[in-house]
């Protein structure tokens, strides 16, 4: 496999369990995701995007790492921009870091969808500011790590057909859930958290940073 990190420009708090799911990880920064390799100890291959949101010190803080920019009229956002690359370069499973919050929720959106869409065509992705994260649900079953008391959610981009969850606070069974629902928001692990998805797409929204596993 070929794990690829790339650095959005969202929040990011860097934590344990970052560190680790970076560890052994190629990266891409895309723009103003820069500024996140020094609080990670990293130094990106390739620093990509159109620069409209760089400033002078991130240029010569990190001079010395490859460059590839493109005019601001483009029709990719410089996410999408790193994210090709890194799929260029053989990437089999993406670490989206700081894919939430930042000052453009059109941005933090994106990242979900396109998420959602790579994880469709075979392309694992995680995302995560390091206190939050997001990971692609499609039809089948799916085991996760998180210890008791991690608040989650489950975002519906599609009706939902079938979701069971189990080791949670309130599991459900074999349900379906409409697009825009409520029902699956603010939930908590309790155990072995284990989701299955019969139909439909979603993303699991997790909140491991005072509960993850040293």
Same mark, same amino acid.
């Given at each position: 496999?070929?794990?690829?990190?790339?650095?959005?420009?969202?929040?990011?708090?860097?934590?344990?369990? #970052?560190?680790r799911?970076?560890?052994?990880? %190629?990266?891409?920064?895309?723009?103003?995701?820069? %500024?996140?390799?020094?609080?990670?100890?990293?130094?990106?291959?390739?620093?990509?995007?159109?620069?409209?949101?760089?400033?002078?010190?991130?240029?010569?803080?990190?001079?010395?790492?490859?460059?590839?920019? /493109?005019?601001?009229?483009?029709?990719?956002? =410089?996410?999408?921009?790193?994210? =090709?690359?890194?799929?260029?370069?053989?990437a089999?499973?993406?670490? #989206?870091?700081?894919? /939430?919050?930042?000052?453009?929720?059109?941005?933090? /959106?994106?990242?979900?969808?396109?998420?959602? %869409?790579?994880?469709?065509?075979?392309?694992?992705?995680?995302?995560?500011?390091?206190s939050?994260?997001?990971?692609?649900?499609?039809?089948?079953?799916?085991?996760?790590?998180?210890?008791?008391?991690?608040?989650?959610?489950i975002?519906? /981009?599609?009706?939902?057909?079938?979701?069971? #969850?189990?080791?949670?606070?309130?599991?459900?069974?074999?349900?379906?859930?409409?697009?825009?629902?409520?029902?699956?928001?603010?939930?908590?692990?309790?155990?072995?958290?284990?989701?299955?998805?019969?139909?439909?797409?979603?993303?699991?929204?997790?909140?491991?940073?005072?509960?993850?596993?040293?």
């Open positions: 496999m070929t794990r690829f990190a790339i650095l959005l420009g969202g929040d990011l708090v860097a934590t344990p369990r #970052l560190t799911q970076l560890e052994g990880l %190629r990266v891409i920064a895309a723009d103003s995701g820069i %500024r996140h390799a020094d609080a990670l100890g990293v130094t990106p291959e390739l620093w990509t995007g159109d620069f409209d949101s760089v400033d002078d010190s991130m240029r010569t803080t990190h001079r010395d790492v490859p460059v590839e920019a /493109f005019p601001p009229e483009k029709d990719q956002t =410089d996410g999408e921009i790193a994210i =090709d690359a890194a799929l260029s370069r053989g089999t499973d993406l670490l #989206l870091v700081g894919a /939430f919050g930042g000052a453009r929720a059109d941005h933090a /959106f994106l990242h979900q969808a396109a998420a959602l %869409r790579l994880a469709e065509g075979g392309t694992p992705c995680l995302l995560t500011s390091g939050q994260e997001g990971v692609p649900l499609l039809p089948g079953s799916r085991s996760f790590d998180y210890a008791s008391g991690t608040v989650f959610s975002l519906a /981009f599609s009706d939902l057909v079938g979701l069971t #969850l189990s080791g949670a606070k309130w599991p459900l069974t074999d349900r379906a859930v409409s697009f825009g629902s409520s029902l699956t928001l603010s939930n908590e692990v309790a155990g072995d958290l284990t989701v299955r998805l019969s139909s439909g797409r979603a993303m699991l929204i997790a909140h491991p940073v005072s509960y993850f596993r040293m």
